[in-house]
């Protein structure tokens, strides 16, 4: 009979430690995420308040279906003096301004009236594109064949009618490329030399298409001896008039920005964006009625920053409005990002570029609205960003749709706060963002190569600085960027002329801090030292959740009108600068 193994098996004792009476510490709790409020155009129909935390460019585009109408001269024909372009976007290219231009209504109607008819198959439109037929038959009749002795057409192809930009399409299948060789001649069908025309721009084609090799767009026609715009030149002139649309042009660039914004922020964050449809011609009241009371996005929730993406001059009403958002920017507690158009000033960007004292150009008469700005009490939480960064360009498309100097700042910002855990901003500091690119500029008298649209001195930079107005400048020949100023607007000297950003944006984390402590600590306090305890013991949960970026003392006190009051002190540490101090005194 076999026998029990004896050999010992399992877990014969065990013990356990109760340690030495130290409580274990607690999970860190994650703190406060930081809000971001961004206004401004992206010809969506949807309206209120819209979270876009997490979502990708292509999941914005399908929930925000943006889309728009818009109205240009006609300058293909005498009646209508207006063409009308439905605009909508499906894909992240599409809001290319090569994809915008091919995509074109307008072109695909010249383009099926010519392979229909040819030249005479614009005619069939009457007169919306007479002043276009007029330059089409001046330009034949200049490129006419020349006549052998014996009276015989010589059989050369045709130039291009159709828009040479549509060649490149996605969806070509080469047929533009035959309808370019053709233009139906007057003559008999069944004549000969209209068979020979048709038979070697067949083959031409033929060679074209099997040859493997990508196709080149035909030259533009060029301009009839009589001083006439060319056939092609008119088609791109109409195209350009439509693209620099003003608010087809502001959707364009915030689109282009906010996928740039979505791409460079780090995945891990606590970070939320929000936001807000806002028309690029919509009247300051109906800008003020989608932030403030009682529907608007500050009625119902705190945000660190706010970005105001439709760009705004500096003359009249332009101030005016920024004053007035500046207004609603201090009543709720946050930091205002504002975006200046090219020409803010009535000049040239590339004029305001190049004056060694541009500043004096907001002194003048005209910019009243502007001085008064910047002395209101407004203007500590406002911050003005001028310039653009260079977007990598469509090779055959316009090349005046940036990435605005307020887009990257907000970008520099978000970093810091990921990074850091508590927002900054400073200047100099060097950004590289992936969809930029150098190219030279020839303004200057000689070859200089950054990243951004209008080269701008240093003099120059500092200037618009003194005048409250940050700068992207471009480094040397490489594809960074940096601001060459770091203040808010107010007109007031202060301590530190670097920190008016930061000290704006630490403002506006501290407000949102203590608004989140006071709603979650405990209430029911009897007196004005059990709230002190009490928000003291909040927010040093919120402290370390952010690792001791900033340290709070509270205390009770009593005001000069005999009331009971708290004392909050908060001191920013581990920055650059310093550290930092803030007070605020709350009423109970």
């Known amino acids: 009979m076999a026998q029990d193994d004896e050999t010992p098996t399992g877990i014969k004792s065990f013990s356990v430690g109760l340690g030495d009476g130290t409580p274990l510490p607690q999970d860190r709790q994650p703190p406060p995420p930081y809000r971001v409020l961004i206004f401004g155009d992206f010809a969506t129909s949807v309206a209120g308040l819209l979270e876009i935390t997490g979502n990708d460019i292509s999941e914005l585009i399908s929930e925000l279906s943006p889309a728009l109408t818009v109205e240009a001269q006609n300058i293909l024909g005498t009646l209508p003096a207006t063409l009308i372009e439905d605009v909508s976007f499906k894909r992240p290219r599409d809001f290319k301004p090569a994809a915008v231009s091919k995509a074109l209504e307008f072109r695909t109607t010249i383009k099926t009236a010519m392979a229909m008819g040819g030249v005479s198959g614009l005619a069939d439109h009457g007169q919306r594109f007479d002043l276009l037929l007029d330059a089409a038959k001046s330009s034949s009749a200049n490129s006419a064949p020349e006549m052998t002795a014996s009276g015989d057409a010589a059989p050369k192809p045709q130039t291009s009618a159709s828009p040479s930009s549509d060649s490149k399409s996605d969806e070509d299948d080469g047929l533009d490329g035959l309808f370019s060789m053709v233009e139906p001649p007057k003559r008999s069908a069944d004549s000969e030399a209209t068979q020979d025309l048709a038979k070697h721009a067949v083959q031409a084609f033929l060679s074209q298409t099997s040859s493997g090799e990508p196709r080149k767009p035909a030259p533009p026609t060029p301009a009839p001896a009589g001083g006439g715009a060319s056939f092609d030149a008119m088609i791109e002139d ?31 964050s606590s970070i939320r964006l929000f936001l807000v449809q806002v028309s690029a011609t919509a009247a300051i009241e109906d800008v003020l009625a989608s932030l403030e009371e009682p529907e608007g996005a500050l009625a119902h ?54 004056r060694d004292t541009p500043h004096q150009m907001l002194d003048q008469i005209g910019f009243e609205q502007f001085a008064s700005l910047r002395q209101s009490p407004a203007s500590s939480s406002l911050a003005l960003f001028w310039n653009k960064g260079r977007l990598i360009a469509d090779d055959d498309g316009p ?82 960027v940096y601001f060459a100023g770091s203040r808010t607007v107010s007109a007031s000297k202060s301590d ?33 030292e059990e709230s002190a305890n009490n928000l003291q013991a909040r927010l040093d949960e919120i402290s370390d959740a952010l690792f001791n970026a900033v340290q709070f003392s509270v205390s ?22 310093g550290d930092r101090h803030f007070g605020f005194r709350i009423g109970i």
């Open 238 to 268: 109409q195209a350009a008039l439509i693209i620099k649309d003003r608010r087809l042009h502001q959707v364009l660039e915030n689109w282009l920005a906010l996928r740039m914004l979505l791409a460079e922020l780090p995945r891990e």
């Open 301 to 354: 929730a705190a945000f660190d920053v706010v970005l105001a993406a439709n760009e705004s001059s500096l003359a009249k009403d332009g101030a005016s409005g920024f004053k007035r958002l500046a207004t609603v920017a201090v009543d709720n507690a946050t930091c205002l990002l504002g975006t200046l158009a090219p020409d803010f000033a009535g000049d040239s960007a590339d004029t305001v570029g190049s």
């Open 399 to 480: 090349a005046d749709v940036g990435l605005p100097a307020s887009w990257v700042a907000l970008l520099s910002i978000l970093h810091a706060q990921a990074a850091k855990g508590w927002p900054d901003f400073g200047a100099g500091q060097k950004l590289s963002i992936d969809q930029l690119e150098t190219a030279e500029h020839t303004t200057t008298g000689k070859p200089v190569a950054d990243s951004v649209m209008t080269y701008v001195s240093q003099d120059s930079s500092l200037s618009l600085a003194s005048a409250g107005i940050n700068v992207l400048r471009g480094q040397a020949n490489r594809a960074e």
């Open 496 to 528: 530190e002329p670097d920190a008016g950003v930061a000290r704006a944006l630490s403002m506006a984390r501290l407000n949102t801090l203590l608004q989140v402590a006071f709603s979650t600590a405990p209430s029911g306090s009897k007196t004005a």
């Open 556 to 577: 009770a006190a009593r005001s000069e009108e005999d009331e009971d009051v708290l004392d909050i002190d908060a001191t920013l540490t581990g920055s650059a600068r």
